[in-house]
């Protein structure tokens, strides 16, 4: 396991309601400062009164070390890389979490395209075909997104568009990724 830096919220960040909030955008705080064009980064979620109790040292490592209310209750923990070259659906179909863990979060970067892009989609592309044609289309976005979810099944995400990458303009929203939240459900299955 990889520590990640404590960042904490810029003074654009708006306080999250709920902890898993809280640590999606921790992820995606931590991951503006690396800046764009990086590879997709995998964490673990754990309990952080339980990572106090059971791991001081690494809770040390990792900021965690106070009780202090105000920090988040969930510690993100960054994983080993993730395989440069391995498609994220099969990586993630490799991936089981011990008990410990009670979420992990994936923060990727992708081209995305507005709604009314949809209608000009030609039919039948291979999804090589496909991602060639997003790239190459005048009205796409480069985003990072940043999905989390707990074994309970809660999720969040959260999405910065490379134009407007400030703090302050991220979206946020249980529902705004679903395929990657399913495959990070999954992870947590039997």
């Not at 009164?49 to 923990?77: C, I, M, S, Y």
């Not at 705004?176 to 939240?181: E, N, Q, T, Y």
Request: glycine share 6%; hydrophobic share 40%.
């Amino acid at each position: 396991m990889l520590p990640m830096s404590n960042v904490s919220p810029s003074p654009g960040t708006p306080m999250a309601a709920s902890p898993l909030t809280r640590a999606v955008l921790e992820i995606d705080e931590y991951a503006s400062t690396l800046g764009w064009d990086k590879p997709a980064r995998l964490f673990a979620l754990v309990d952080t009164a339980r990572l106090r109790r059971q791991e001081p040292a690494l809770a040390r490592q990792l900021g965690q070390d106070q009780d202090d209310t105000g920090k988040n209750q969930l510690t993100p923990v960054e994983q080993d890389q993730v395989p440069a070259g391995t498609p994220l659906d099969k990586f993630l179909g490799t991936i089981a979490w011990p008990p410990a863990i009670v979420g992990c979060a994936l923060t990727v970067e992708r081209l995305m395209l507005p709604p009314s892009a949809e209608a000009q989609v030609p039919e039948g592309l291979s999804d090589k075909q496909l991602a060639k044609w997003v790239a190459a289309h005048p009205d796409r976005q480069e985003v990072r997104l940043t999905v989390g979810v707990l074994r309970d099944g809660s999720r969040e995400s959260a999405v910065r568009l490379r134009e407007k990458d400030s703090s302050s303009e991220v979206l946020t929203g249980a529902s705004l990724v679903p395929g990657l939240a399913e495959a990070l459900a999954a992870t947590f299955l039997d």
